[in-house]
């Protein structure tokens, strides 16, 4: 079996963006929701036509993660939205980085992190922002791994459930 293969994704890649999204938050946390909450989230969320928005949106970058051919994860990154009052137009956001279960552990998803990281980076130091389910450790793990803090938090709206959130963030190195 081949190292995964990371790469930028383009305009053909939105259905396999969309499918993956769909697959990787439902397999994370179809649990949370009433089906009906679920189903709407995700075609809104994780639709074509938001994979496409995405995609075509100068100001974001998507990322590919491939074995084998298969695509196994991938990330979004842009301006940063998270409702906290030190967020500004200069500041950079993971929106979403997934791994399927099976490819989880071993640096994969430290490796699309740097990715990310290079890209919001990539005309200089600047705060960039994460939100992440409270309870979602390994992922809070992983953020504190670099760098980021936890600053705040807020809802993450799913249909008529609110997900307790915390945002974090690594301030630039000054």
């Not at 259905?15 to 709407?40: C, K, M, N, V, W």
């Not at 949106?57 to 298969?70: H, T, V």
């Not at 389910?133 to 936890?150: D, I, P, T, V």
Request: charged share 25%; proline share 5%; aromatic share 10%.
């Amino acid at each position: 079996m081949s190292e995964p293969v990371i790469r930028r994704a383009g305009p053909e890649d939105a259905q396999t963006i969309a499918d993956l999204g769909a697959r990787t938050f439902s397999d994370t946390f179809a649990h949370l929701y009433p089906p009906e909450d679920l189903a709407a989230f995700l075609a809104e969320a994780h639709g074509l036509a938001r994979a496409k928005a995405d995609l075509a949106n100068p100001a974001k970058a998507l990322w590919l993660m491939e074995k084998d051919g298969e695509a196994i994860g991938y990330a979004l990154a842009g301006p940063a939205k998270l409702p906290h009052p030190e967020v500004t137009d200069a500041c950079g956001e993971l929106d979403r980085i997934y791994v399927l279960k099976d490819h989880q552990g071993g640096g994969a998803g430290s490796r699309l992190l740097a990715e990310v990281f290079a890209w919001l980076e990539k005309d200089g130091p600047r705060d960039l922002w994460i939100g992440v389910w409270s309870e979602n450790l390994g992922a809070q793990k992983l953020y504190a791994r670099h760098g980021f803090e936890k600053v705040g938090t807020y809802d993450f709206v799913v249909g008529n459930t609110r997900d307790h959130e915390f945002i974090l963030r690594r301030k630039a190195a000054r």
